[in-house]
């Protein structure tokens, strides 16, 4: 069986989760623990960087999905991350896995904090990007950021992830170009976009992680990768450094010159140190 590890071909198939459909995609090698991929805000299958997904796929099976009401997935948009988490653990099982690394990415790592939280059997590494904890600073503030840059993008007729996700310096600018034309490259079979409730919801369930009281994180005792740029304007990156000193087990990463998508700007060094950390 010829194995896929390009993200543009793989294609996208469905799940039934408790009698909602879920849309997937599924690829890269087919042995060991499986890495299931957490998406941020707004974010459907075509968001990921495909450098990341095949990087990873590589020498992994990578999985990416639409949770409920996202993208080409059925159902309503939870407004909050326990229920999207529930969602999350429901759909690892309804493809037969017992365990699972995940790899949260904004929005996708509190996701997975919450079901490495209540589910620890099922996680056996966590990779946490762009994140923070549930209390976090700044994180109240997603709504207020993420509207503004929409809007300074809609007026300089540019993607809203380069001002969300990158610096705005030379390299920043350039590397956001870069990134942007990359999620261009699947020509075929590409994701619905996510509609203005689900997107609501979400938003509603960042405000709602943000301003709810701190976890006991010490009850998480995976080994966790947290990673981040050092000028995460969305989720400031002072939280990935919070994240790192109250999880048991985890090492941290900030890369310079990087916001909240610093794992896509530094894509090479990222995947190099996700695989080191998913094998040691």
């Known amino acids: 069986m010829t194995v896929i590890t390009a993200y543009e071909d793989t294609p996208t198939r469905t799940a039934d989760v408790g009698g909602t459909t879920f849309a997937y995609r599924e690829l890269g090698q087919d042995t060991g623990t499986p890495v299931v991929f957490l998406n941020h805000l707004a974010a459907v299958l075509d968001n990921w960087d495909p450098r990341v997904v095949d990087g990873i796929a590589a020498r992994h099976r990578v999985i990416t999905f639409d949770n409920r009401g996202v993208g080409a997935s059925q159902g309503r948009t939870p407004r909050s991350v326990d229920a999207m988490a529930r969602d999350a653990a429901a759909f690892v099982r309804a493809l037969g896995h017992d365990q699972v690394d995940l790899l949260g990415f904004s929005l996708g790592g509190f ?89 609501r919801n979400q938003l509603k369930a960042i405000h709602a992680w943000g301003v709810q009281r701190p976890a006991d994180l010490t009850v998480v005792r995976q080994p966790v990768l947290v990673a981040n740029g050092d000028h995460d304007r969305m ?3 002072s939280n990935s450094a919070d994240l790192a000193r109250r999880l048991p087990d985890a090492r941290l990463t900030l890369y310079p010159d990087a916001g909240h998508g610093g794992i896509f700007q530094y894509h090479d060094e990222f995947v190099a140190e996700a695989l080191r950390f998913l094998e040691a």
């Open 111 to 199: 996701v997975a904090q919450v079901v490495a939280e209540r589910e620890p059997r099922l996680v056996r590494r966590m990779i946490l990007a762009g994140t923070g904890p549930a209390g976090g600073e700044g994180i109240d503030k997603v709504t207020a950021v993420t509207v503004l840059d929409t809007l300074k993008a809609v007026l300089t007729f540019k993607d809203p992830k380069e001002y969300l996700f990158f610096t705005r310096t030379a390299n920043g600018k350039a590397t956001a170009r870069q990134f942007v034309n990359r999620l261009k490259e699947r020509a075929d079979d590409r994701d619905k976009p996510i509609s203005v409730t689900a997107f």
């Open 235 to 237: 989720v400031p990156s």
